[in-house]
Nanobody
C-alpha cells in the first residue's frame, strides 16, 4: 500500500497551496489521517490530523487558522489546504495513516507514511 503526496511547490509569502495524498487502494477509509512536515536539520513536526469520517480535525498551533485538512474516502484521498503561507512553513510535507480511527499528533501513532512533497515559501 502506498500513500502518494503531491501539490507542493514554490510560492511567495501569503500565497496558497493545496496538498493531496492518495492511497493506492481503499485501505485507510476507516483510519485517521495526518500531515506532518520536516525541515532540514529539524525533527518531524505534526501539522494536522483528521478522524476517519472527517468529523474531527486537529491542528498544530503554528498552522491553526491558516491550514485546513479534509478527506474524501470515496477517492481514498486526504487534502491539506494551506493559506497565508509563511517562510517558516517551508518543509517536506508527509501524509500518514494512523493506527486507529482517531489520528493524533505523535508520529508513533501512524504506521504508513507517504514519500513527501516539498513546499518552499519565499520571502
Amino acid at each position: 500500500v502506498q500513500l502518494q503526496a503531491s501539490g507542493g511547490g514554490l510560492v511567495q509569502t501569503g500565497g496558497s497551496l493545496r496538498l493531496s495524498c492518495v492511497a493506492s487502494r481503499r485501505t485507510f477509509w476507516n483510519n485517521g489521517m495526518g500531515w506532518f512536515r520536516q525541515a532540514p536539520g529539524k525533527e518531524r513536526e505534526f501539522v494536522a490530523a483528521i478522524s476517519w469520517r472527517g468529523g474531527n480535525t486537529y491542528y498544530a498551533d503554528a498552522v491553526k487558522g491558516r491550514f485546513t485538512i479534509s478527506r474524501d474516502n470515496a477517492k481514498n484521498a486526504v487534502y491539506l489546504q494551506m493559506n497565508s503561507l509563511k517562510p517558516e512553513d517551508t518543509a517536506v510535507y508527509l501524509c500518514a495513516a494512523a493506527r486507529s480511527a482517531i489520528a493524533g499528533s505523535l508520529p508513533e501513532g501512524y504506521n504508513y507514511w507517504g514519500q513527501g512533497t516539498q513546499v518552499t515559501v519565499s520571502s
